[in-house]
């Protein structure tokens, strides 16, 4: 037993000692940026950045935040390195990214265009390749990107007013506001269609509150004319379509218009004027494009 155990306790020794040995065998890798100064490191992330090899400048901009942790250059590093992750399509690095030098560097002159660029990033966030090729509605997406890119733009335009970013964040706020509306009027036709009325007056109710002045206000409010209607409350219907008539008099819920079907060539795009009922938007996306034969 004593000389098993010294058998085994020997090869393993050489086993120990032959890996050790192939390691040693093993050639170096060399850090090609060993010794690089913080400027050197910057430069040439930034050159990876205008190049377009962003791997390569996420890479870069790490390695300079790692080695050195404080001056400019880091600052520099951790904005510029959350771009770097945005064109790669990291968008949970290049958020995180953000949302650490909003934190440690809320004086820095350029804060402004870290909200800005978190605006972009949720705004065009999960829309994918397809989305630079055939529009994607806002409306009918996730809305949790939406609402974290209004909060952004929002930030930007309320602490900055005179950034350079503030007209065009302006303008975004104003779409995404139609946008997170309008994903209110496509639940509450989602509930409207499967029968649920009082929900879907509520998602209505949600729309026209809680973003007034907006066009999608129009196709909420036939929404909660058409639930109301089913719900068999006629005073209530009676003065949401006086509303509508009132706010929008040319209105194809009024003329009997909407759901009228778009012509078999234009295939494209979204038609927001289905309405309720029409058996075109029952929340299987209606029916097939003449092209689609699958």
Known sequence: MVALVRTLALAF????????????????????????????????????VLEGNYTRAVKLFETLESRFPYGRYAQQALLEGAYANYRASEVPAAISQLDRFIRTYPNHPNVDYAYYLKGIVNFREDQGLLGYVYE???????????????????????????SRYAEDSRQRLVYLSNALSMFEVHVARYYFNRTAYVAAAGRAQSSLVNYPRTPANEH????????????????????????????????????????????????????????????????????????QIW
Do not use: Q
């Not at 032959?18 to 910057?42: F, I």
């Not at 997406?141 to 974290?148: L, Q, S, V, Y």
């Open 13 to 48: 020794a050489i086993v120990v000692a032959a890996l050790s040995s192939g390691c040693n065998l093993l050639p170096e890798v060399k850090d090609e940026t060993s010794g690089w100064s913080a400027e050197r490191l910057y430069r040439t992330a930034h050159d990876a």
């Open 136 to 162: 994607f509605e806002l409306s009918e997406r996730d809305p949790k990107a939406m609402k974290e890119s209004f909060a952004a733009f929002k930030e930007l335009v309320a602490k900055f007013p005179d």
């Open 220 to 291: 909420a409010l036939d929404v909660l004319m058409s639930a109301y209607d089913k719900l068999d409350l006629p005073k209530l219907r009676d003065d949401t379509r006086a509303i509508l008539a009132k706010t929008y008099p040319n209105s194809p819920y009024l003329t009997g218009d909407a759901g009228a079907a778009r012509p078999w060539w234009k295939f494209w795009g979204n038609d927001i004027y289905r309405g309720v009922d029409t058996g075109k938007d029952d929340g299987r996306g209606g029916p097939k494009p003449w092209w």
